[in-house]
């Protein structure tokens, strides 16, 4: 069965297009090259012993779009192509809404045309915002702090409304926790471009060398350690999971929500102490300020997940962080 992928040369898209191929599903990948390269795709034949069809295109393409569903029996799309800076979206909110929201709301109008109507979509527990409580469940106030989260929220209503205008219609959003870890071959992982906004790819760059220290951001939040604690996960768990929720959308009515992490948080430090256990590299760090925007905990029930989509979170921090490092020292330059 083919099913259509925007932005599946990027992070999660590429190891989602892997899980797919496993359980037998025909990834059709559709990216721009905005923000992934090429070589991905490379990357994902020596994986999986098959190259995938590709499309460049942008999904606010309308035209390109007919023409992939024309091309391809494609009978689910999963939607990853999006902007995802969350300090950029404060800064050029148009252009987060125009790419995420616009063009999210093209790609359904052409769904809707060529008569697909099943849609899972790569949100984040950004639209949660200030955590009210944890561990944070799928009914928890949404309440973004920045354009990048309302921009996943506002997809998730338009979600909604299609599915209660067209009982025909099936979708399932993917709150995402934080994604880390790569292919366990070493051969796929993040390949952020300039320098890294997130924790793990500047832990991996510091380790190599490219960076001279971590700085982290604050220890003086309400926490054990008095770092941030993060819900990390890993990403072949979260591809694993959005095959699961492909599955679902052969059963299940309607727009559903759930959040994909492991239940368990773990610090700047314990990644960091966890890090130098795992790979022997221990990686220099000073404490700075914190960083605007920053919570002290975020941390996810996956309990509905589990319940629905009978998809649980299996690795632990070591792999992630061994399966980072791993990637990190085979390509420290990236791709
Ligand atoms: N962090 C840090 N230094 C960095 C990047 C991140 O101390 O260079 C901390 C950040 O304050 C947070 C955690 O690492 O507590 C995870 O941050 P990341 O940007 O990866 O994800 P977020 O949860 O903010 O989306």
Known sequence: MDVLVTGGLGYVGSHTCIALHQAGYRPVIYDNLSNASIVVLDQLAKICGKRFSFIQADVGDALALRQCFTDFSIEAVLHFAAYKAVGESTAQPLNYYQNNVCHSATLMSEMQNAGVRRLVFSSSATVYGVPQ??????????????????????V???????CSAN????????????????????LLGENPSGIPNNLMP????TATGHREK????GNDYDTPDGTGVRDYVHVM???????QAVDRLFSEQGFHAFNLGTGNGASVLDVLKEFELVTGVSVP?????????????????????????EWHAQRDLKTMLGDSWRWQSNYPEGI
């Open 156 to 162: 998730e209503q338009i979600m909604r409304d299609q």
């Open 214 to 217: 971590l700085y982290i951001y």
């Open 285 to 309: 760090y000073s404490i700075t300020h914190r960083r605007p925007g920053d919570v002290a905990v975020s941390v996810a029930s996956p309990a509905l997940a589990r319940q629905v989509l």
């Open 237 to 243: 768990d979260l591809a694993e999971g959005h095959v």
């Open 202 to 205: 500047y832990v991996t760059q």
């Open 133 to 154: 409580y944890l561990p944070i469940d799928e009914n928890h106030s949404k309440a973004p702090t920045n354009p990048y989260g309302w921009s996943k929220l506002m």
């Open 167 to 186: 009982a025909d219609w099936l979708a399932i959003a993917l709150r995402y926790f934080n994604p880390v870890g790569a292919h366990p071959s070493g």
